[in-house]
């Protein structure tokens, strides 16, 4: 079983697409409770509840463990579209109503995960989001010690290498999508929503995953 797993699932890591990582976890909040996440092969994928949800788990290798490794990618995306790096204001008020819904996913996370250290690292996540939120001059490392350090420094390049997806036109559409999706009139149309934003979403992962294999940095 482990030689499948590996051969099949072989990648678990924290080389993630900064934006598409908030975006994933926007539409999770949207998720009734019991839905899952995995992290494998540079993305993140939303499990549905289900009677092979477990069975699935186990074979692609998810522990509880793994929601450590959004720490990263979830930090660089918070100082780059909240944070001091952020262009203007008016670019700042875009994104912010995107993070605001991203403690609702944590909360969720958290009632599912009652370990204490689950609980640890979501509240972890929890507090980088809430501090960039409150103070766009936040210090990351005041919480995440080695923030600077070299090995931290080039988990950076990656992200800034995957961030060049997000073109222009590619972050007006997705935008559009959270406007969409914020002034709904009705549940049913909310969910028709976070269903295309979720093929959206699934489209930006085909390129990111394609970008991270031409850079060799899958494994």
């Known amino acids: 079983m482990e030689i499948i797993k590996n051969f099949l699932y072989p990648n678990k890591n924290d080389i993630l697409d900064p934006l598409s ?3 994933k976890l926007y539409i999770y909040s949207y998720k009734p409770n019991g839905t899952k996440i995995s992290i494998l092969n540079n993305k993140i994928e939303i499990q549905e509840i289900g009677i092979f949800q477990s069975t699935v788990r186990t074979i692609k290798g998810d522990t509880k463990n793994d929601l450590i490794n959004m720490l990263f990618p979830l930090t660089y995306a918070c100082e ?3 944070g001091n790096l952020s262009l203007n204001k008016l670019s700042l008020n ?3 109503r995107i993070f605001e819904q991203i403690n609702k996913a944590l909360d969720k996370l958290n009632q599912m995960y009652q370990i204490n250290e689950i609980t640890h690292n979501i509240e972890q996540l929890k507090n980088i989001v809430g501090n960039f939120l409150s103070d766009n001059n936040f210090d990351p490392k005041t919480i995440i010690s080695n923030w600077n350090e070299p090995a931290s420094i080039l988990k950076k390049s990656f992200y800034k290498q995957t961030n060049t ?3 222009s036109n590619r972050l007006d559409i997705l935008i559009g999508f959270i406007n969409e ?10 969910q028709c929503l976070i269903f295309s934003l979720s093929s959206y979403i699934n489209y930006i992962d085909m390129l990111v995953v394609k970008m991270i294999s031409d850079l060799h940095l899958l494994r």
């Open 80 to 82: 780059l579209y909240l």
């Open 21 to 23: 990582l908030v975006i």
């Open 181 to 190: 999706i914020s002034t709904s009139s009705s549940d049913e149309i909310t």
């Open 165 to 167: 997806i997000w073109t």
């Open 94 to 96: 875009k994104y912010k």
